[in-house]
């Protein structure tokens, strides 16, 4: 089992930057691929950035918030981060950290095994 606890979010105003943490405990072995997720009210969730926690130069940032938003972590262990510049209003969500167990960087929700209870990110105009 793998527990997934999120930090950083906030309110902030329109061009100004927030960093998530997300830290993993538990079972390493099964922690291969970390990934932020978010959902805004009413929409489905939506995928943000992720990274494989043993290559890391492998990174992927959803091409719509790719220059604003930057993933990061220590390549080996189980933390990352998402450094997100430049916020506008319509990146108000609750944003989630992820584990998969799979080896390769996936785009959906069902890819990803372990879930954390989410950190809320609202940007005001």
């Known amino acids: 089992q793998v527990q997934v606890v999120e930090s950083g979010g906030g309110m902030v105003q329109a061009g100004d930057s927030l960093r998530l943490s997300c830290t993993a405990s538990?079972?390493?072995?099964?922690?291969?691929?970390m990934g932020w997720f978010r959902q805004a009210p009413g929409k489905d969730r939506e995928f943000v950035a992720a990274?494989?926690?043993?290559?890391?130069?492998?990174?992927y940032v959803s091409p719509s918030m790719r220059g604003r938003f930057t993933i990061s972590g220590d390549n080996g262990k189980s933390t990352m981060w998402l450094q997100m510049n430049s916020l506008e209003p319509e990146d108000t969500a609750i944003y989630y950290c992820?584990?998969?167990?799979?080896?390769?960087?996936?785009?959906?929700?069902?890819?990803?095994?372990?879930w954390g209870q989410g950190t809320q990110v609202t940007v005001s105009s």
């Open positions: 992820a584990i998969s167990e799979r080896t390769n960087i996936e785009s959906t929700p069902s890819a990803y095994a372990y």
């Open positions: 538990g079972r390493q072995s099964s922690i291969y691929v």
């Open positions: 990274m494989h926690r043993w290559r890391g130069g492998n990174t």
